[in-house]
């Protein structure tokens, strides 16, 4: 198997350097807090016990992840992931301190691979479906191709979050809120029937989500990727 590489929004080998970075200078002044009781400013301590809190908690897959599909071609168009901050915590998904990192092993046996198509987040409001959603991510510039509405297909693979339950309207996914990963795929980058996708979300404090999913035989405009729905 061979990799195709793709340069997508991604972010230069400096930033990464600097997410190591920034972590392990706060693992280091969370060590010294605590162990020698050096007095920091609160700013520092509040960036400190945000980044940590991030890494403890990270986000949750709530329920099932969908698609819709462009059938004749045997293609996903769209895919929506209902995700939550795992108890305790919250998780700041501006397109400043999350990134996506984007993965599709196609059939013929090579990999597309993007290290970063999130472009960041719909937070003035709650949302009831992804079609509005969409709506609101081209008039805001998150995209520039509605796959629903316009006839053009996108040229770029774009993700990013919007909310069902909206408590705060700010970058935060925060305890009782519920939001929604959007992915709005590139023609070149469909995935089809019996292909396997792989998304990992990533903070300055580390990898904090993970999407896997093989996708399904797609026979309906309407498609379930798997999951769980609480029942609670």
Do not use: C
């Not at 693992?27 to 016990?49: C, H, L, R």
């Not at 046996?109 to 081209?138: C, F, P, Q, R, W």
């Not at 008039?139 to 297909?153: A, C, H, Q, R, V």
Request: proline share 3%; glycine share 6%.
């Amino acid at each position: 198997m061979f990799g195709v590489r793709h340069t997508h929004r991604g972010l230069a080998m400096w930033y990464n350097i600097a997410l190591i970075t920034f972590f392990a200078i706060t693992i280091s002044v969370t060590a010294t807090i605590i162990n020698s009781g050096v007095t920091t400013s609160d700013a520092t301590k509040e960036v400190v016990e945000e980044a940590m809190t991030e890494a403890r908690h990270g986000l949750e897959i709530v329920g099932k992840v969908s698609g819709t599909a462009d059938v004749a071609n045997d293609e996903v168009i769209t895919t929506a992931t209902p995700i939550t901050v795992a108890t305790g915590g919250k998780v700041n998904v501006s397109e400043i301190m999350f990134k996506l990192n984007y993965k599709l092993i196609k059939i013929q046996s090579h990999t597309i691979t993007y290290d970063n198509i999130y472009v960041g987040a719909l937070t003035e409001k709650s949302y009831n479906s992804v079609y509005d959603a969409l709506k609101d991510a081209k008039t805001n510039g998150l995209i520039d191709i509605n796959p629903y509405t316009d006839e053009e297909k996108p040229s770029v693979t774009s993700a990013f979050t919007y909310w069902v339950v909206n408590i705060n309207n700010d970058n935060f996914i925060d305890q009782g809120e519920l939001a929604v990963m959007a992915l709005v795929y590139a023609d070149k980058d469909r995935p089809k029937s019996g292909e396997h996708l792989l998304l990992e979300g990533i903070t300055p404090a580390g990898n904090i989500l993970t999407i896997e999913r093989n996708i399904p035989n797609i026979s309906n405009r309407v498609i379930d990727l798997g999951g769980k729905v609480s029942e609670e």
